[in-house]
């Protein structure tokens, strides 16, 4: 099946700063999702981005299809952005399009 | 519009109990999933149904799994004999068509097995 790398597995940054997260794929897919969960668990959808790029206020997210690799931007990091990240991908010619989540960045950011 | 709802939110079992977990998708969705998260992993699948078919259930870990849709909108996953293992949180995603879309997952119920 496919598999999904997310690095840094830990990330701490001051209030303000930039990060780059990185999710890597073993296989072509139809569907990738990058999600925000919070300290309540709740799955956040922050994209869906099989391919191309997109922005949404601080952040953005860019996936190379060919290249098999996606990156989530975050800049002028707030203290609510701290949480669990995750990339799932679907599809590789499955018919489910069931996700497969990596294991995630947890993200502190500090006042 | 109301997003993905589950119910109960949190649930305590004495092992060897039956449980059973709710799911409302987004009205309209065809897709619905469910996924287990266990304590500091990303979710996993269990199970997939499109419309009332259950599709795939090749994620379930037993027999002592089973989910249902039989209307082909609320989905109910049943956990026979719980054990101490079963102990995760059990995520619900919806998502509007069959192949390559958005999935939009509900708030979980947190299972706690004693």
């Known amino acids: 099946g496919i598999q999904v790398e997310q690095s840094p597995p830990d990330l701490i940054l001051q209030e303000g700063a930039n990060s780059t997260l990185r999710c890597n794929f073993s296989?072509?897919?139809?569907?990738l999702q990058w999600f925000h969960q919070n300290p309540w668990g709740q799955l956040i959808n922050l994209f869906y981005?099989?391919?191309g790029t997109k922005q949404n206020g601080r952040l953005s997210a860019t996936t190379v299809a060919t290249e098999r690799y996606s990156l989530l931007y975050i800049s002028s990091s707030q203290t609510t952005d701290s949480g669990v990240y995750f990339c799932?991908?679907?599809?590789?010619?499955?018919?489910?399009?069931?996700?497969?989540f990596g294991t995630g960045t947890l993200l502190a950011v500090q006042p | 519009g109301a997003g993905v709802s589950q119910s109960p939110r949190y649930k305590v079992a004495k092992r060897g109990q039956d449980v059973a977990l709710r799911c409302d998708p987004i009205?309209?969705?065809?897709?619905l999933f469910w996924y287990q998260q266990a304590l500091g992993q990303g979710p996993e699948f269990l199970t997939y149904?499109?419309?009332?078919?259950?599709?795939?259930k090749s994620g379930l870990p037993s027999d002592r799994f089973f989910a249902e849709r039989p209307e082909g909108s609320v989905s109910t996953l049943k956990i026979q004999r719980t054990q101490q293992e079963d102990s995760a949180v059990y995520l619900c995603?919806?998502?509007?068509?069959?192949?390559?879309?958005?999935?939009?997952f509900g708030p979980g119920t947190r299972l706690t097995v004693l």
């Open positions: 995603a919806s998502s509007l068509v069959i192949s390559g879309n958005e999935q939009f």
């Open positions: 296989d072509s897919v139809n569907n």
């Open positions: 981005i099989p391919s």
């Open positions: 799932a991908v679907g599809g590789g010619g499955g018919a489910t399009n069931k996700l497969i």
């Open positions: 009205s309209g969705h065809v897709s």
């Open positions: 149904f499109q419309n009332e078919a259950q599709l795939d």
